[in-house]
């Protein structure tokens, strides 16, 4: 007799594996040239500084314990004490709370602050973490598009004067993830009037602030409205496996949160959240840490850039990268990215199509370039091997 199979929950209908992850996985081969990852360099990683901060860890015993939901009271007073002078104004501890990276602070989140059918506003393209989140969650989904500057702000007041109210309006705030632009501080402030007239949650997703090349991040969106919930992480300046996320979020919020982190995970890991607290407290260290990683990437962003310009010309219009890990470029030939991606990997360059991102428009002629993983002449390099996959 045949059994009945159980079925699975609505939850993952329509849900598909990010595009991105999946594409890592073809393009692995050693003579392929990766700029589809959107990965630090781990040769830049503090082996040996964490290795010390792990050793001092684990001279307690008590060190190994379950620590509380909210995260290891000492790496949140640190957190605290960055974000107060990150925001000009005093950030309790109590309104701040660690997470398994900040991924799953933006996950609880979800489930925190969203209703099956709720709208969203996101940012088109969008970070693909974030739809996942939010379409996991069961809502209604509005894209508003990027320019130069940012969040187009004006289009998400004409969607509140036709009548639309969101439960949250999501955007990466600096170096963006996948378009590479930084909201201007005059969007910061409208956003924020915004969230406070319609009474909307903002979510400024910023793992990238502080890998600014020439000049520092404006001041954060949560500088000016208690509705801004900020969500950062230690991954991109120390270290994606210390999984050491965060934000900061009003004390209701923050609460709700740790009711299902209680359930998901009962809290994260003691150990990397103590070697996380200690680099980050070693301010001097960290300082000198976080600029040799913003000169190597900036190096490493010129390059490619430059490197298309040079190549391919007027053929495509790409960003500055003023900072962050990426570079967005468009071709303005026609070209279609999805289907160059094939040739280019037979070349051996690898990229993700703007398709990926994808909300409300196409972006069928765009892709996402990651510089972080390959110094100046390997990026020329595939810039190469990309032209010679576009001429044929």
């Known amino acids: 007799m045949s059994s009945i199979v159980p079925s699975l929950s609505h939850r993952l209908d329509g849900l598909q594996s990010s595009a991105i992850r999946d594409l890592l996985k073809l393009t692995e081969r050693p003579d392929v040239i990766g700029l589809a990852g959107g990965l630090p360099d781990e040769q830049l990683m503090p082996r040996d500084r964490i290795a010390l901060a792990a050793e001092a860890a684990l001279a307690d015993r008590s060190r190994l314990q379950y620590t509380q939901s909210a995260g290891w009271g000492p790496l949140r007073e640190v957190l605290a004490a960055r974000e107060s002078a990150r925001l000009g104004r005093t950030v309790p501890v109590e309104e701040v709370f660690v997470t398994h990276g900040s991924q799953q602070a933006l996950s609880l989140l979800g489930e925190v602050l969203l209703d099956p059918g709720a709208l969203v506003v996101v940012e088109d ?25 940012g969040m187009r702000v004006e289009v998400l007041r004409e969607l509140l004067d036709r009548g639309e109210r969101p439960a949250v309006v999501h955007t990466v705030s600096n170096f963006h993830n996948p378009r590479g632009v930084t909201m201007s501080p005059a969007r910061r402030r409208e956003l924020a009037e915004l969230a406070d007239r319609y009474g909307f949650w903002v979510l400024e997703d910023d793992p990238y602030g502080e890998l600014w090349f020439d000049r520092p991040s404006p001041d954060p969106v949560a500088t000016y409205s208690p509705n801004v919930i900020r969500l950062s992480s230690a991954s991109k300046i120390l270290a994606p496996s210390l999984r050491a996320g965060w934000m900061v979020a009003p004390g209701v919020v923050c609460r709700g949160v740790e009711l299902l982190k209680q359930g998901a995970d009962l809290c994260g890991s003691a150990l990397t959240q103590q070697i996380t607290a200690e680099l980050l407290a070693d301010t001097d260290w960290l300082a000198a840490h976080v600029d040799k990683v913003r000169r190597s990437y900036g190096e490493r962003a010129g390059a490619l850039v430059g490197a298309l310009r040079e190549r391919l010309g007027h053929r495509v219009v790409s960003t500055e990268a003023a900072g962050g890990m990426f570079v967005w470029a468009d071709f303005t030939d026609g070209t279609r990215t999805t289907e160059l991606l ?33 110094d100046g002449p390997v990026l020329r390099e595939a810039v190469d091997r990309l032209a010679r996959a576009v001429g044929e």
């Open 342 to 374: 094939p040739r280019a990997v037979d070349h051996g360059v690898a990229y993700v199509p703007g398709s990926a991102f994808a909300v409300g428009e196409d972006y069928g002629q765009s892709m996402r370039l990651c510089f972080t993983t390959s």
């Open 125 to 149: 393209p969008a970070y693909v973490g974030a739809l996942q989140v939010f379409r996991a969650a069961g809502a209604r989904i509005v894209a508003v598009p990027l320019d130069a500057e």
